[in-house]
């Protein structure tokens, strides 16, 4: 087989944006160029790389596995581009991670910070649900990855780096509000609006119940801690978040935490990558980075 590297590339928009005129785009060069150019590779592989269904491109098993080794390229390139910026004693290039929605709220501070330190490095974030993260670090798509629970069949990396706290929630004026020491049993009637399930909070949440012998009520399932405090502040139910969701408080935007036997959950951030993966300079400096600031953070603000 006869393909450049740019070729490569050109497959590897494709793959990623499910577009060849978005494909195009990416590397800058026209769409009947970059039809040509995957005519071409499609011809030199011998074997159909993709199908177009209602617009959309889909890859075959052939032109999946193109794509994980275009990408494996790619990343090898990058990091030796990135170690020959170092040489010169310069730090630039991309830094790629995918975290679960929670991590949002800290995450972008962290970033914020590296980021006046390395002015140059540009910055991919993703931030999805869990599935999501899991499925991008399967396909070893970013460098890094933050979650809560990362998937144990996995060969991996792993840093645990900072507390992940779960606690109870209910509305500011909910009697129980103004009691201590309460009881799981005494919110046997409530109704309860969790996280959708496969989500890192849901499974710690499931679990501790499980162990405490109590079965909630659930009146509803939402994929956004946004929508769950919304919910919770109007009365539907009480939840159980993490505390980075109300930024380290006891109260915010019309909910408390309730203080219920057996809560805060125990629970963990952890950054992850594929065990078989070489980091890059700036991804490793990166995870210095993360884990250095993130001491600071570890007993987490519970002022009201």
């Known amino acids: 087989m006869n393909v450049t590297f740019r070729q490569l590339r050109l497959f590897l928009a494709l793959a990623e944006t499910g577009s060849v005129s978005a494909a195009a785009r990416t590397m800058h060069v026209t769409q009947p160029t970059a039809s040509m150019q995957l005519k071409e590779i499609t011809e030199s592989v011998g074997l159909p790389l993709y199908e177009v269904i209602a617009r959309k491109v889909h890859l075959t098993e052939a032109g999946i596995a193109l794509a994980q080794t275009a990408r494996t390229l790619a990343t090898e390139w990058d990091n030796y581009v990135q170690q020959v910026d170092a040489m010169k004693g310069l730090t630039r290039g991309k830094l790629r991670i995918a975290v679960v929605s929670t991590a949002k709220y800290f995450v972008p501070r962290l970033l914020g910070g590296f980021c006046s330190r390395h002015p140059d490095v540009e910055i991919a974030l993703e931030v999805l649900n869990r599935d999501g993260v899991v499925q991008r670090l ?160 570890r007993g987490i603000t519970t002022a009201p």
């Open 138 to 297: 399967r396909e070893n798509m970013d460098d890094l990855y933050i979650m809560s629970r990362p998937p144990a069949d996995l060969d991996l990396d792993d840093h645990v780096f900072m507390s992940n706290p779960l606690v109870v929630v209910a509305p500011v004026r909910d009697p129980l509000i103004a009691r201590r020491r309460i009881r799981l049993q005494d919110l046997q009637e409530r109704r309860f609006l969790l996280r959708e399930q496969g989500s890192g909070t849901r499974m710690a949440v499931d679990e501790h119940f499980k162990a405490k012998g109590f079965t909630p009520q659930v009146r509803l399932e939402l994929g956004s801690n946004e929508a769950l405090k919304e919910a919770v502040a109007g009365g539907l139910g009480i939840s159980v978040l993490s505390q980075h969701a109300l930024h380290g408080q006891n109260r915010e935007h019309g909910v408390a935490v309730l203080d219920v036997q057996g809560f805060p959950i125990s629970s963990s951030w952890h950054v992850v990558n594929l065990r078989a993966k070489r980091l890059s300079p700036i991804a490793a400096a990166f995870l210095d980075h993360l884990q250095r600031k993130a001491r600071g953070w």
